[in-house]
Every structure is written in C-alpha cells, then in structure tokens.
C-alpha cells in the first residue's frame, strides 16, 4: 500500500497514525508499504518532493522547523519498528534528482537551453544569481559534513536577478545527461537546483547517504522518484554497489513516468532490471478505460505487467495522479473495483493500493473504493492457482484461478463488464464439479453451481465486477469483513 496522498494535513502526526494502523494493515493483507519522503523540505508544509536536506529526518531545527510535515525522527522510527513487528515490509521515498530552499546564492555563468528541447541553446552565457549553496547550519555537521555548491549541480529555472519564469538554465562547462528520458529533447531538468550524477563528489556522498539511511531506519525497500530524469546508468551502479556494501538484496521499484511500454522496457534493459518499475502504462489504460477510451479486452494492451510482469508494480492512482496534480489522470469512481479487480486477483505483477483509495479523501470529496477490503482479502487467501483468461469479448471479460492444496477453499472465477452485464462460462476444474460459489461482492446474488464437467456460467452486472469463490470461502470472508 502507498500509505499516504498529496492532502494530508501538515498536523505532524502521519507518523503515528502509521504506527496505530499496522496490525490493521496486517490483518487486512497488506505486506509492504511506501511511505512518504521523511527527510526535511524547503518548508514543513511539503509532501517532501521539495528535499532541503536528507540526513534530516525530523531531528534538527532547519527551515522554520524541527518536525516534517509529518513527525519527527523518533516517531518516524517508531512507524518502521510497529510496522515491522507486523510483519510488513517499509519501503522509503528516495529524491535523489534535485535541491531546494539553498540556504544561500552563487553567482554562476549559465546559458539558457529552450524549455520544449533542452539540446537547443537560445541565450548565450551571462551570470545568473541561484539558490545553490546548502550549508544545513542546524545539523552542524552531524553524519556528514557534505556542504553542495554550484558545482554540484547542473543546472535550474530560476535567476534571483532577473525572477524571469520559463527559463532553463545550464551551468557552464555542464551538460545534461545524455541517457535519459527524450522528452524536451532531453528531461534531465526537472525542478529546483538539478543534482549533477557526474560529480564523482556527488556520487560518493549520495552512496554514504543512502547506506547511512537503510541502517539508521532499518528501511526494507527502495520506491526511486522520477529515474527518467537521472542518467539511466546511475542506479545500475548505485543499488549495485549499496547491495554490496549493505549485504542485502534490497528491493527497489522505480518511477519511470512514461504511458509508451517501450520507454519502460528500455529502461528496464539499461539498468539489468536490478529494479521493477510502476507500470505507468496500465494506469493510463485504466483512466481510459474509465472515460470510455479502451475496451476491457484491451486493457492489457502494452502494459509493462503483460511484457514483463515480474519487472511490474501496478496500481490505480497515486499520489501525482490526484485532482491538481501535475499528473492529474484520476481513474472515475465507478471503474476503480473493476481496475483493482485487475491487479489483486490475477498472478502477473505485484500490486500496490493507494491509500485514499482504501480510506476515501474527504477533502477532496472521494469516497473509498467499495469493497476494496474484500478484494485484498480475496487475493490473500483465495487468488491461487492456474490462471485461464477470458478476454473474447469487447466488454464482458475474466478469469478462473483454479486454486491450490495449500490454501483451503482457493480459486476464484472473476467478471467484469465496462458496459451491459453479462456472463461467461468457465472452466474451474473436475475438482469443483457440485460446486456451489458465491459473488463475494454482492452484486450477483444467486449461486452458480459448477456442472459434473467443471464448468460454471458466472454472471456480472453491467460497469461492474463479480468475484466468485467456493461457498466456505464466501462464509469465510463475509464473517471476517
């Protein structure tokens, strides 16, 4: 689960609030969970996008405040602990492309690249004044003396002589990264003082920092923000080298935004997919799907988890893809069941659920996903086995899981319709013959039984989803909502 969204309040008790809701992530199923950025931002209100200094995880007074948006260091550290005596896995928020909120400016030569393609100079080189000197005097040098300058970094937007927006600015006698994502001509820039991983200065203190991280928080994984923007190179050697010094096989999951599967799998290649990558692909087969753009028989259609599934972390929505966000996709409401329908119960892909899905946003008047608990549970226990699809239609598609020895009752026939209901018979196996099973969610509320030849006609209403499991099953999950 991502547990956190974009709105929460800056009241300083996220981290305890994870704390309290461990054993209940636990119970429901959840055995991983991404948390948000922990270190300082430029101010306390930020998500944590806007990194200030990252050895401050809520322990010194920098930026107005000791505690971030959501907590300090100790509680911080107490979430992790109470997560992990869960039995649930922490994967930290790594921001590694960019600086913000310098504690004070340089003067620098800079030359400005066209914003729309970045290999393009349009201005010649005059001095810029930027924001690139990061003393971090409220550490005062505790866990590393490391102090960034100007030639750190690469480049930025913003000139404090001139306070001209549109401008992307290139230090001189510096190049943006070659291999890196071709749009703009060239995304190395992204946002705020953009981090030079040609430094070698650079490079040996983002290792120490992030071996000095997984041992001070006992972190368990890796969620990488915005690799299309940092030299694909970069992190094949970086998590080789963290592997090797830390012992562990940490896992890592990269945001590679991109809808194009091709960018994905050439990532992928260029770093020998020492990590998976969120398939950005199939949540945008997903937003169209909701807005009437993609057939369900399409909606694995060049997606990262039907390329490469074992490389693939689908999800419905995160955090960029809320309402005002600059990724701002949002799948409608009524799609969403039939959208985690799609990564929960099939065995391709490792899913991941969004938080204000789960929970709903009040603010943002959200509701929560219905029935989301019941399908995390139903992936728990019941979405086992051989896996046959039905995807024959335009509109009316599914899927039997025929289940295993080792789980009690498991296998599952699902249907789901984007527009009439309908029905689709399936092949559950000789060894459900007599078999009575029941839509978990409701929406169908007579049985189907399973014929003498194992098989079954299961039904769905239209824009809707039925997950249908073996009668113990069903009595199991109803008493254990």
């Given at each position: 689960m991502q547990y956190f969204e974009w709105y929460l309040p800056n009241d300083g008790l996220w981290w305890r609030r994870?704390?309290?809701?461990?054993?209940?992530?636990?119970?429901?199923?959840?055995?991983?969970?991404?948390?948000?950025?922990?270190?300082?931002?430029?101010?306390?209100?930020?998500?944590?996008?806007?990194?200030?200094?990252?050895?401050?995880?809520?322990?010194?007074?920098?930026?107005?405040?000791?505690?971030?948006?959501?907590?300090?260091?100790?509680?911080?550290?107490?979430?992790?602990?109470?997560?992990?005596?869960a039995g649930i896995r922490v994967f930290a928020d790594i921001v590694l492309n960019h600086r913000m909120g310098g504690d004070e400016t340089e003067d620098v030569v800079a030359v400005s690249d066209n914003p729309e393609n970045r290999n393009e100079q349009i201005e010649d080189e005059r001095v810029i004044r930027v924001w690139s000197k990061f003393n971090f005097t409220g550490r005062n040098g505790k866990y590393s003396t490391f102090k960034w300058n100007?030639?750190?970094?690469?480049?930025?937007?913003?000139?404090?002589?001139?306070?001209?927006?549109g401008h992307v600015y290139r230090f001189l006698g510096k190049h943006w990264d070659r291999d890196v994502d071709p749009e703009w001509g060239n995304f190395d820039y992204l946002m705020g003082m953009d981090v030079d991983m040609d430094n070698p200065a650079v490079v040996r203190e983002t290792?120490?920092?992030?071996?000095?991280?997984?041992?001070?928080?006992?972190?368990?994984?890796?969620?990488?923000?915005?690799?299309?923007?940092?030299?694909?190179?970069?992190y094949r050697k970086l998590l080789g080298t963290i592997r090797k010094a830390t012992g562990m096989a940490i896992p890592a999951v990269g945001e590679y935004w991109s809808g194009e599967l091709e960018r994905l799998t050439h990532y992928l290649d260029k770093v020998d997919s020492r990590m998976a990558l969120f398939d950005a692909a199939l949540h945008y087969n997903f937003f169209n799907a909701s807005?009437?753009?993609?057939?369900?028989?399409?909606?694995?259609?060049?997606?990262?988890?039907?390329?490469?599934?074992?490389?693939?972390?689908?999800?419905?929505?995160?955090?960029?893809?809320?309402?005002?966000?600059?990724?701002?996709s949002f799948v409608e409401d009524w799609f969403k069941p039939l959208a985690y329908a799609l990564i929960l119960l099939r065995k391709e892909g490792?899913?991941?659920?969004?938080?204000?899905?789960?929970?709903?946003?009040?603010?943002?008047?959200?509701?929560?996903?219905?029935?989301?608990?019941?399908?995390?549970?139903?992936?728990?226990?019941?979405?086992?086995?051989?896996?046959?699809?039905?995807?024959d239609d335009e509109h009316v598609v599914g899927w039997s899981r025929r289940g295993d020895i080792e789980h009690e009752y498991s296998g599952m026939a699902v249907v789901m319709s984007d527009n009439?209901?309908?029905?689709?018979?399936?092949?559950?196996?000789?060894?459900?013959?007599?078999?009575?099973?029941?839509?978990?969610?409701?929406?169908?509320?007579?049985?189907?039984?399973?014929?003498?030849?194992?098989?079954?006609?299961?039904?769905?209403?239209?824009?809707?989803?039925s997950v249908w499991v073996h009668r113990r099953a069903f009595e199991d999950l109803i008493i254990n909502e």
């Open positions: 994870c704390a309290a809701k461990a054993e209940n992530l636990q119970d429901l199923g959840i055995t991983q969970v991404w948390l948000p950025p922990a270190y300082k931002a430029i101010c306390q209100a930020d998500v944590g996008y806007a990194v200030y200094d990252m050895y401050d995880l809520g322990e010194f007074d920098q930026k107005g405040t000791v505690r971030t948006k959501y907590g300090t260091k100790q509680e911080y550290l107490d979430a992790i602990s109470a997560f992990h005596k100007h030639t750190h970094f690469t480049g930025t937007d913003w000139d404090e002589k001139t306070h001209a927006p290792r120490k920092w992030l071996e000095w991280y997984i041992r001070e928080a006992h972190i368990d994984g890796l969620r990488l923000d915005a690799v299309k923007h940092i030299s694909f190179s970069f807005q009437g753009r993609c057939a369900l028989k399409h909606i694995f259609d060049n997606s990262l988890v039907q390329a490469r599934p074992y490389s693939a972390v689908t999800f419905v929505d995160n955090h960029d893809t809320q309402q005002g966000q600059a990724l701002q490792v899913p991941c659920v969004f938080y204000s899905d789960y929970y709903g946003n009040p603010p943002q008047g959200r509701p929560m996903v219905p029935n989301l608990g019941k399908l995390i549970k139903a992936r728990r226990w019941y979405a086992y086995g051989e896996q046959t699809d039905y995807f009439e209901g309908g029905s689709i018979e399936m092949d559950m196996g000789a060894a459900c013959a007599g078999e009575l099973f029941y839509d978990v969610l409701g929406k169908c509320t007579e049985p189907v039984t399973v014929d003498e030849n194992g098989k079954g006609k299961f039904f769905t209403d239209g824009r809707s989803v």
